[in-house]
């Protein structure tokens, strides 16, 4: 995709989508999704990383940098193939996702769907799962067996395994694919499902001018394969346990900064090697998405590095970050690169020297601009062009929270400047994003819906099943919703003009 284009688009999370199985896929939701975004003119469909879940359902601490959530595999699609049969389904929550019940269900499915494949799957099936896990190979082997060693263990860390195992001396990790070889060839059909699914999803909403944006967390997590895979590309001790973590320090929002836990990356070794790993990750985001944002992007510039014995982020320094010298590499193997940078937060000279040298789009968001005067820069009319305009991410509150808890300055000047009230505030920050010179637009759908806080996907740092388990239904969306938001788009120059329908 080509980002200098003047276009808008959605954001919702595979997860969020409707769906009979108690959590939104790639199945025929989706499709109809596309179908959607495409009637009302939006060119972009944005997601939350695609990667497993982890810890607190969160899709930012996965146990794989590479690898696909089992969550999203369409159970429909392997119905069709004969693999699997699905006489009774449990009446899911259609508003939240269950993750505590949702998981097993699903993944019972999936290890009755390989069964039905490992009985009747056609030749071709087979030479098609082999060539593809060849292809997948570099992350693959090491993503699989890292699955069947946990699930042999009972899902504990991969630090408290075995000492072969925990520091992949030669003969066990021999022995061990041997042993959990038919749990290892599960998770390779899992990902291969997810792939192919994945894929023509992907084909269909190019189709139909809609882009796909992914979302890639700077970090990984600890418990994850890639850290069992390469553990001195991070700084850990002997027992495999991190020296520093990641996080950022406090703010006004945060007496004690935000202690993330995720092992900090040895940007030394990494550099010995051209930043291979880093260039394999970006080329597997390059295969699922047409352009993706990397979250926390000021940690290439700087990062701030937290002992690993303090329970807060109050004890962090700031180290350097790889800088522009990791974008150079990457872009030496893969070309041109189609990132977004989320610079949200503390943005220093050395984040805007690293965002002027690699010339990515910048984030800017319409709730943040009615606390000052007219100079504030997230304020549309002082944008400019190579930008990416929310109304407000997964983080934030949907327009409707936001108005509930603003001061009544905000209220007025977002008034004022946007010529909307309480009733319309939703569409009054949606238009204002609209017309602001950034090329690229993007509106939570619970925006487009106009929905309140309840609807919100994410309150960070806080606990509990409200964390990304939210979902939208077909009923709420109706015909309106699709035709203002075709009109405000249209009328921007970011969606087909023919929607306006005015008169000759």
């Known amino acids: 995709m080509d980002l200098t284009q003047r276009a808008s688009g959605v954001l919702l999370h595979v997860t969020s989508l409707p769906g009979p199985h108690g959590i939104g896929d790639f199945g025929p939701d989706a499709y109809r999704f596309v179908d959607w975004l495409a009637s009302a003119g939006q060119r972009l469909w944005q997601w939350l990383p695609t990667t497993p879940i982890g810890p607190g359902n969160s899709p930012y601490q996965s146990v794989s940098a590479f690898a696909g959530s089992p969550l999203m595999v369409a159970l429909e699609p392997l119905v069709e193939r004969g693999w699997l049969r699905l006489d009774t389904v449990p009446d899911f929550d259609a508003s939240r996702v269950d993750f505590g019940r949702i998981v097993p269900w699903r993944m019972d499915r999936l290890r009755d769907a390989f069964a039905g494949f490992e009985r009747h799957a056609l030749a071709s099936d087979r030479a098609a799962l082999a060539e593809w896990q060849a292809a997948q190979a570099h992350w693959l082997d090491d993503y699989t067996l890292f699955m069947a060693l946990e699930t042999a263990h009972g899902g504990q860390p991969w630090w408290t395994w075995d000492d072969g195992l925990r520091r992949r001396l030669k003969k066990p990790l021999a022995a061990a694919r041997t042993q959990h070889a038919a749990e290892i060839a599960f998770w390779a059909w899992v990902q291969w499902c997810f792939d192919t699914q994945a894929a023509a999803l992907k084909a269909y909403a190019n189709a139909r001018d809609v882009h796909l944006m992914g979302d890639l967390p700077i970090f990984i997590a600890h418990h994850s394969a890639d850290c069992w895979a390469r553990p001195e590309l991070y700084y850990l001790d002997e027992q495999c ?80 970050g790889p800088g522009k010298a990791l974008f150079e590499a990457i872009e030496r193997a893969l070309g041109p690169l189609p990132i977004i940078a ?40 002082n944008y400019d062009p190579n930008t990416v305009v929310y109304t407000g991410t997964h983080d934030n ?32 920050m949606i238009r204002a994003a609209a017309n602001s010179v950034s090329n690229l637009a993007v509106f939570p759908l619970q925006d487009v819906l106009g929905l309140g806080p309840e609807h919100r996907m994410n309150l960070p740092g806080s606990l509990g099943d409200h964390n990304w388990s939210w979902r939208f239904g077909w009923e709420m969306l109706g015909a309106e919703p699709a035709r203002v938001l075709g009109l405000i788009t249209a009328a921007a120059g970011r969606g087909p003009f023919e929607l306006l329908k005015l008169p000759a």
């Open 241 to 320: 346990q991190p020296t520093v973590v990641a996080g950022v320090p406090p703010d006004v929002f945060t007496a004690l900064g935000q202690r993330w836990g995720n092992p900090l990356y040895r940007w030394d070794k990494m550099k010995k090697e051209d930043f291979a790993w880093w260039s394999a990750r970006i080329r597997r985001a390059m295969d699922q998405a047409d352009v993706f944002r990397i979250d926390h992007f000021r940690g290439f510039a700087g990062y701030y590095e937290i002992p690993a014995s303090c329970p807060t982020a109050v004890e962090g320094t700031w180290k350097p």
């Open 342 to 381: 989320e610079d949200l937060g503390l943005v220093t000279p050395d984040v805007i020297e690293l965002l002027e040298a690699t010339g990515f789009p910048r984030m800017k968001i319409v709730q943040f601009a009615f606390g000052d005067d007219g100079t504030h820069e997230f304020l549309p009319h």
């Open 397 to 428: 509150d949907t327009v409707r929270g936001w108005w509930a808890t603003a001061t009544p300055r905000e209220r007025e000047y977002a008034c004022c400047y946007m010529a909307c009230g309480e009733h319309d505030i939703h569409w009054g």
